[in-house]
């Protein structure tokens, strides 16, 4: 894809997931890739498994590859890690804001606590690490490309998860007004709006036959995405092919936001 290659790019919640095709796939075009992850690898053997696949992927590419620890909901670590990022790198070229948690709970028992969390991590985080990279591109003048991994939840309610769809709400508001203010300035924003993907952290309703059904009727095209598609999508948008593109969120979703209930014609007539 034109105009990766060489490029410096930092995906946060890289080890796993969506997160981790992202890094892979960038890459695979060319790209050197910072990877950030939440905890110290030596805390969970499943951590340091993805971990390591990871890194593994990456480096079979050939390209400049560095881990960056961080909790992108604590300001001290995410202008730590993105320092180490452009360091290890020689500079940031492209953000990735994939991190994020979802919390299940029927809104009247969710507690402020669990709703602070997860906007602290999806909405506070990306404004974060967002920030630290636009000082980095005015500071040496040079063009720039933020992307926000979102939901198609910024725009569809998801009962349940309250603080999770307002925190993706959040995140489009976070994308066009981005956007709109550093156009002029050579940096573009936009998001990426997945909707029933497969991942590991989906493993439950994948491998349940009564659920995996239960989520692809919802969908137009009878079936979740993958995480490299996800993937590909992130990468054009950082690529040269979406240099006249800004403010935008691209749902990759399968036509989950088409309103599916009502794909037969019906009249009220």
């Known amino acids: 894809m034109e105009g990766l290659k060489g490029k410096n790019v930092l995906v946060t919640g890289g080890s796993s997931g969506i997160g981790q095709a992202i890094a892979v796939r960038f890459a695979e075009y060319g790209a050197n890739v910072a990877i950030n992850y939440l905890g110290r690898a030596e805390e969970a053997a499943d951590t340091e498994k993805q971990l390591h696949a990871c890194v593994r992927r990456v480096k079979q590419q050939g390209v400049r590859d560095v881990l960056v620890q961080g909790d992108v909901s604590k300001e001290d670590d995410v202008v730590r890690m993105v320092d180490d990022a452009s360091r290890g790198l020689g500079g940031i070229d492209v953000l990735v804001n994939n991190a994020g948690i979802q919390i299940s709970r029927p809104s009247h028992d969710l507690s402020s606590g669990d709703f602070e969390k997860v906007l602290a991590i999806n909405l506070r985080g990306a404004f974060l690490c967002a920030r630290e990279a636009l000082r980095r591109y005015l500071a040496a003048a040079t063009p720039g490309v933020i992307i926000n991994i979102s939901s198609v939840h910024q725009q569809i309610p998801k009962p349940g998860y309250l603080g999770y769809s307002v925190s993706k709400g959040g995140m489009q ?17 936009n998001g990426v709006g997945p909707g029933a993907t497969i991942t590991p952290i989906n493993q439950a309703w994948i491998e349940d036959p009564g659920k995996k059904a239960q989520v692809e009727e919802h969908i137009p095209m009878a079936r979740a995405g993958t995480a490299n598609e996800m993937a590909g999508v992130t990468c054009f948008l950082a690529s040269d092919d979406a240099a006249y593109i800004t403010g935008q969120t691209l749902y990759v979703d399968g036509g989950l936001t088409l309103y ?10």
Do not use: C, H, M, Q
């Not at 976070?174 to 924003?189: F, P, Q």
């Open 173 to 189: 508001n976070l994308t066009t007004t981005l956007a709109l203010e550093y156009a002029g300035r050579g940096i573009r924003v």
């Open 260 to 269: 599916p209930s009502f794909k037969d014609p019906w009249s009220s007539e």
